[in-house]
């Protein structure tokens, strides 16, 4: 008893410390007593820091439980530890569980909504387009083709494909040859939906879809196909002949799996002699012909593979026969026909903008973008038309006795029987290059290209 109250005088005589630091001194030196052990000596006086150059120490609430349960309350405290390797374990695991089972079930989903086959694919094309890049090394232009008497070119994911009647030559974009395809049809044909192609025998049943470097899918219908459309994303669309309407179109997905959309025209209907597809790839435009009254008639009707029923139709002038149609927005088709041109509103089928010949002869046109260019042939020689996205007209030039037109989004160039002249959309006149034998086709790839017997070059002004 007397080292405890000549340890509680001491403590009591210290004014600096307040009432409730004195009571948890006084249980700490409880504690130390009933355990028979001397409670700590404080330090010296002369040894502590002055008053008024010490911290103020921080003061927390009062506990309210006795001196023994304080310390029971702070043991657990005292032996905290840092999360355990096995531990760190068990928590990697469940979230890697999770994150599978996330997985699955965007696998499930995509699946059911047939988006699983089109990722596929689009993983198929970018592999394609980092092998042949790095596979570039001593390609370039020019470059022989062995095609003298091209019957089809297509830009191809900034290359190109081209073909005659026996084979079919695939480029990439940086000049190298990839492969020679020789199809075995009759009258083959393609069509190009950015970095596939479809390869199809118009005199026959047969078509193969291709990436530039294999072949994908290879498929024969029970009738005869007479058209093909490519979508961007590789949708394609097939029209064949039909024992019991006028002709069926047949839409497949990017995978050729599943159903396609199926759509059975009838007499009244039309055969589809031109398709386009929207930038969606769901939505495309289908041109169709049929005798009424003792005359064709054309019918742009709008279709949509997410819909059973068909949309709205555009009926052209009588006797008009359609050319080329080409989605210029996600609301407007332009339709060019022989006589003249319109842009149709898709959501009503109505005609929005008009663009008449005049009685002159179209001999060629060339749609890039917004905007159009016309080849008319009239009597004393040929005009180049340039229209805008309204079908207003932005030049009218003499063009001599040109062959045929194609335009890129900057420039419009007019193919002679030998060279190029260069155009811009104002009737600008840019620069003249003679290559000494009539150019075939002008692409706009990569880079524009040129294609003139069997070898094909970049398209420069002559002094570049």
């Given at each position: 008893m007397a080292?405890?109250?000549?340890?509680?005088?001491?403590?009591?005589?210290?004014?600096?410390?307040?009432?409730?630091?004195?009571?948890?001194?006084?249980?700490?030196?409880?504690?130390?007593?009933?355990?028979?052990?001397?409670?700590?000596?404080?330090?010296?006086?002369?040894?502590?820091?002055?008053?008024?150059?010490?911290?103020?120490?921080?003061?927390?609430?009062?506990?309210?439980?006795?001196?023994?349960?304080?310390?029971?309350?702070?043991?657990?405290?005292?032996?905290?530890?840092?999360?355990?390797?096995?531990?760190?374990?068990?928590?990697?695991?469940?979230?890697i569980a999770v994150v599978l089972v996330v997985l699955i079930i965007a696998a499930v989903m995509a699946v059911g909504s047939g988006l699983l086959g089109t990722s596929i694919a689009m993983l198929g094309d970018m592999t394609d387009s980092i092998s042949l890049y790095l596979n570039r090394a001593g390609a370039g232009w020019p470059a022989n083709t062995g095609i003298r008497t091209p019957t089809q070119v297509k830009p191809l994911a900034g290359g190109f494909v081209e073909m005659d009647n026996e084979d079919v030559a695939v480029y990439s974009a940086y000049g190298a040859k990839i492969r020679t395809i020789q199809p075995g049809y009759a009258r083959p044909a393609l069509a190009v939906g950015n970095n596939r192609f479809v390869l199809y025998n118009r005199a026959g049943k047969e078509l193969t879809v291709q990436s530039r470097t294999r072949q994908l899918y290879a498929k024969s219908f029970n009738n005869a196909i007479m058209l093909c459309e490519m979508a961007q994303n590789g949708t394609l669309a097939v029209v064949t002949e039909s024992d019991r309407y006028a002709a069926e179109v047949m839409v497949y997905d990017a995978s050729f799996s599943g159903d396609p959309f199926t759509w059975k025209l009838t007499s009244t209907d039309g055969t589809p002699i031109?398709?386009?597809?929207?930038?969606?790839?769901?939505?495309?435009?289908?041109?169709?012909?049929?005798?009424?009254?003792?005359?064709?008639?054309?019918?742009?009707?709008?279709?949509?593979?997410?819909?059973?029923?068909?949309?709205?139709?555009?009926?052209?002038?009588?006797?008009?026969?359609?050319?080329?149609?080409?989605?210029?927005?996600?609301?407007?088709?332009?339709?060019?026909?022989?006589?003249?041109?319109?842009?149709?509103?898709?959501?009503?089928?109505?005609?929005?903008?008009?663009?008449?010949?005049?009685?002159?002869?179209?001999?060629?046109?060339?749609?890039?973008?917004?905007?159009?260019?016309?080849?008319?042939?009239?009597?004393?020689?040929?005009?180049?038309?340039?229209?805008?996205?309204?079908?207003?007209?932005?030049?009218?030039?003499?063009?001599?006795?040109?062959?045929?037109?194609?335009?890129?989004?900057?420039?419009?160039?007019?193919?002679?029987?030998?060279g190029v002249e260069s155009y811009g959309y104002d009737g600008t006149h840019n620069w003249s290059r003679d290559y000494g034998a009539a150019p075939q086709a002008v692409i706009n790839a990569r880079e524009t290209l040129v294609f003139i017997s069997g070898t094909v070059e970049v398209l420069n002004a002559p002094h570049e």
């Amino acid at each position: 008893m007397a080292k405890r109250l000549v340890f509680t005088i001491w403590i009591s005589s210290s004014g600096s410390l307040s009432s409730l630091m004195n009571r948890s001194e006084n249980a700490c030196a409880d504690c130390f007593l009933e355990r028979g052990e001397a409670p700590p000596t404080p330090p010296p006086a002369s040894k502590q820091q002055p008053e008024r150059e010490r911290p103020a120490p921080e003061r927390s609430a009062p506990s309210t439980l006795p001196p023994k349960e304080q310390g029971a309350a702070a043991a657990p405290a005292a032996t905290l530890r840092p999360i355990s390797p096995i531990l760190r374990r068990r928590q990697r695991r469940r979230r890697i569980a999770v994150v599978l089972v996330v997985l699955i079930i965007a696998a499930v989903m995509a699946v059911g909504s047939g988006l699983l086959g089109t990722s596929i694919a689009m993983l198929g094309d970018m592999t394609d387009s980092i092998s042949l890049y790095l596979n570039r090394a001593g390609a370039g232009w020019p470059a022989n083709t062995g095609i003298r008497t091209p019957t089809q070119v297509k830009p191809l994911a900034g290359g190109f494909v081209e073909m005659d009647n026996e084979d079919v030559a695939v480029y990439s974009a940086y000049g190298a040859k990839i492969r020679t395809i020789q199809p075995g049809y009759a009258r083959p044909a393609l069509a190009v939906g950015n970095n596939r192609f479809v390869l199809y025998n118009r005199a026959g049943k047969e078509l193969t879809v291709q990436s530039r470097t294999r072949q994908l899918y290879a498929k024969s219908f029970n009738n005869a196909i007479m058209l093909c459309e490519m979508a961007q994303n590789g949708t394609l669309a097939v029209v064949t002949e039909s024992d019991r309407y006028a002709a069926e179109v047949m839409v497949y997905d990017a995978s050729f799996s599943g159903d396609p959309f199926t759509w059975k025209l009838t007499s009244t209907d039309g055969t589809p002699i031109a398709l386009s597809f929207a930038t969606d790839n769901h939505r495309f435009a289908a041109a169709t012909v049929a005798a009424r009254d003792g005359q064709l008639r054309t019918t742009v009707r709008m279709m949509n593979t997410n819909s059973d029923t068909a949309g709205p139709f555009y009926v052209a002038d009588t006797g008009s026969v359609i050319l080329k149609l080409k989605w210029i927005s996600s609301s407007r088709v332009l339709a060019v026909f022989d006589t003249y041109a319109a842009i149709i509103n898709v959501s009503d089928g109505t005609e929005s903008a008009r663009y008449d010949y005049g009685g002159a002869t179209l001999q060629s046109v060339s749609i890039s973008g917004r905007s159009t260019a016309l080849l008319l042939a009239v009597r004393g020689g040929d005009t180049l038309v340039t229209l805008d996205d309204s079908l207003n007209q932005l030049a009218s030039v003499a063009a001599g006795q040109a062959k045929s037109v194609s335009s890129t989004a900057t420039a419009v160039y007019l193919l002679t029987a030998s060279g190029v002249e260069s155009y811009g959309y104002d009737g600008t006149h840019n620069w003249s290059r003679d290559y000494g034998a009539a150019p075939q086709a002008v692409i706009n790839a990569r880079e524009t290209l040129v294609f003139i017997s069997g070898t094909v070059e970049v398209l420069n002004a002559p002094h570049e």
